[in-house]
């Protein structure tokens, strides 16, 4: 199920990259939204999981600050999203990359086998996926020494 979620997850964001216009930035800022996957994780194992989650999490938020230091305009490096996925349930985590002391926040916890629940963890997902894509915008809006790419209308590649 872990494989589903995870596709799912990369389809959702991929939609959200194109329909707000991220995709036009090409590489020129680093992802705001990881996914991950915690597999073979027990009881006595949650503390560790706790630590690759917060890692994986502070090392987005640097590469945020480190953006931002080298940006023209000066803008606060956005909130970053994680989807934390372990069997059927997806945790949602943010952090504020502009504060190098944060802690992780989370907003919610979906159990994604619970009946009758799809709509809903369908909705916290993309409210959370659509927020992401808006924060980056504003980051990007915030100033303007980033560009969108222009990209070649021609059909006949070889002209």
């Known amino acids: 199920m872990a494989k589903q979620l995870r596709r ?5 964001l991929d939609w959200s990259t194109q329909d707000g ?3 036009n930035y090409g590489g020129q ?5 990881k996914i991950m996957e915690l597999r073979g994780i027990t009881m006595t ?4 999981s706790e630590v690759k989650i917060e890692a994986e999490l502070c090392n987005l938020a640097e590469d945020w600050r480190t953006h931002s230091r080298g940006r023209e305009v000066q ?5 970053v999203f994680g989807f934390v996925i372990m069997k059927h349930i997806i945790t949602i985590v943010t952090l504020d990359s502009s504060d190098p002391g944060a802690i992780i926040h989370v907003p919610c ?11 809903w963890n369908a909705l916290a997902i993309m409210v ?4 992401a894509r808006d924060v980056a915008l504003d980051y990007i809006n915030a100033g303007p020494d980033l560009e969108p790419m222009v990209k070649d209308e021609s059909s006949d590649p070889d002209a």
Request: proline share 11%.
């Open 8 to 12: 799912a997850l990369e389809q959702a």
């Open 21 to 23: 216009g991220l995709d």
């Open 29 to 33: 800022l680093p992802s705001n939204v």
């Open 45 to 48: 194992a949650q503390p560790e």
């Open 75 to 79: 803008a606060d490096p956005p909130v």
């Open 109 to 119: 916890q979906l159990h994604m086998a619970e009946r009758n629940q799809h709509q």
């Open 128 to 131: 959370t996926i659509c927020w």
